[in-house]
């Protein structure tokens, strides 16, 4: 595994909601898949991403006054998710994920949802890139 290289680090192909589905949707996907972050589509396009803590939080605060009542995700959404494509370093991703306490990034291909990396893909590529054999010193 290359993990100067996003593509290798990313889960590709994730799983993604409309952004008028239900609430409710979006846990049982998150459940369903056990994932924490599901990007957010209208009309097939990218608009945002919502976490499992959001979705919690909006379900809580949903029930304590109408737990019938239907609540898109788009109405809890980000809509403002970090971006990258598929060819940005790594290390700067990784980066800016650790300076902005960022969870989760979309990596996007001409435009088009390619795939998405969360803190556990980082500690995922972290634990393969230490397990590698160091290198002999080399001579002075």
Same mark, same amino acid.
């Given at each position: 595994?290359?993990?100067?290289?996003?593509?290798?680090?990313?889960?590709?192909?994730?799983?993604?909601?409309?952004?008028?589905?239900?609430?409710?949707? =979006?846990? !049982? +996907?998150?459940?369903? *898949?056990?994932?924490?972050? #599901?990007?957010?589509?209208?009309?097939?396009?990218?608009?945002? &991403?919502?976490?499992?803590?959001?979705?919690?939080?909006?379900?809580?605060?949903?029930?304590?006054?109408?737990?019938?009542?239907?609540?898109?995700?788009?109405?809890?959404?980000?809509?403002?998710?970090?971006?990258?494509?598929?060819?940005?370093?790594?290390?700067?991703? =990784?980066? !800016? +994920?650790?300076?902005? *306490?960022?969870?989760?990034? #979309?990596?996007?291909?001409?435009?088009?949802?390619?795939?998405? &990396?969360?803190?556990?893909?980082?500690?995922?590529?972290?634990?393969?890139?230490?397990?590698?054999?160091?290198?002999?010193?080399?001579?002075?």
């Amino acid at each position: 595994m290359d993990v100067r290289r996003v593509a290798s680090v990313m889960t590709p192909f994730p799983y993604s909601i409309d952004a008028r589905e239900d609430l409710r949707t =979006a846990r !049982a +996907m998150m459940a369903q *898949h056990d994932i924490r972050h #599901l990007p957010v589509m209208r009309e097939g396009v990218l608009a945002g &991403i919502v976490s499992a803590r959001e979705l919690e939080v909006a379900l809580a605060v949903r029930g304590e006054r109408d737990p019938e009542a239907p609540l898109p995700v788009w109405a809890i959404c980000r809509r403002d998710p970090y971006v990258v494509e598929l060819d940005e370093p790594m290390a700067a991703v =990784a980066d !800016a +994920m650790a300076n902005n *306490h960022i969870g989760s990034v #979309l990596v996007t291909r001409k435009g088009k949802l390619a795939g998405i &990396i969360t803190t556990v893909d980082v500690c995922r590529a972290f634990a393969e890139a230490i397990r590698q054999p160091a290198l002999p010193d080399e001579p002075a």
